[in-house]
């Protein structure tokens, strides 16, 4: 929660325009594409005074999002992760994951806002592990950090696709949406939604 306290204050500092020139000095590689929706990853890895990667732990990407690319609801295990929007707007929608159950988790909705350039958005276990991605009025892009393996004793860092649309409402405006493929995320969850 603190990380994501000071890194949504660090973004408010940050000159898009100089973070993208900081960007362009460094090592850019295209991910392979997804057989699903999901936009074009390019993972960033900053070099040292002499051109060597430099050893950060975090991950940095770029997600270039055609029109109808969307990143489909899911939730995090073990990571926490930032997303600036560098360019275009985005749909953001957020979930608290309040717990898991068997084939499901049980969700609140917290944010459903429009990002625009200069924006932020974060998650972690304690605020917002779920989050929902849609490009409105064309193509866009986000700035991500990634801290993976928070807690080794947690073991693998896991993504999990959810269908909140789907699921079932309970008695405390809590929903519990079950977990689904990414597959199947994308072709259920496109950019009208
Ligand atoms: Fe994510």
Do not use: C
Not at 6 to 24: I, K, P, Q, S, T
Not at 143 to 160: C, H, L, N, P
């Amino acid at each position: 929660m603190k990380w994501m306290v000071e890194v949504e204050r660090l973004a408010a500092e940050v000159d898009v325009a100089e973070l993208m020139a900081e960007a362009g000095k460094a090592r850019i590689t295209s991910n392979a594409p997804l057989p699903t929706n999901d936009p074009n990853k390019r993972s960033i890895r900053f070099l040292d005074s002499s051109g060597e990667p430099r050893k950060l732990g975090f991950a940095a990407a770029l997600f270039d999002f055609s029109p109808t690319n969307v990143i489909t609801p899911h939730g995090h295990t073990n990571m926490v992760s930032s997303h600036l929007v560098v360019g275009g707007k985005f749909r953001v929608r957020n979930f608290d994951r309040l717990r898991d159950e068997d084939g499901a988790m049980i969700v609140r909705p917290t944010r459903d806002y429009l990002a625009e350039t200069g924006a932020i958005s974060t998650m972690s276990s304690a605020r917002d592990n779920v989050h929902w991605f849609v490009p409105q009025g064309g193509g866009a892009t986000t700035f991500d950090v990634i801290i993976s393996e928070i807690d080794k004793a947690q073991g693998d860092t896991r993504i999990t696709a959810i269908d909140p649309v789907g699921g079932q409402t309970l008695e405390d405006g809590s929903i519990r949406a079950p977990i689904m493929e990414f597959e199947e995320a994308s072709d259920k969850y496109v950019a009208t939604i």
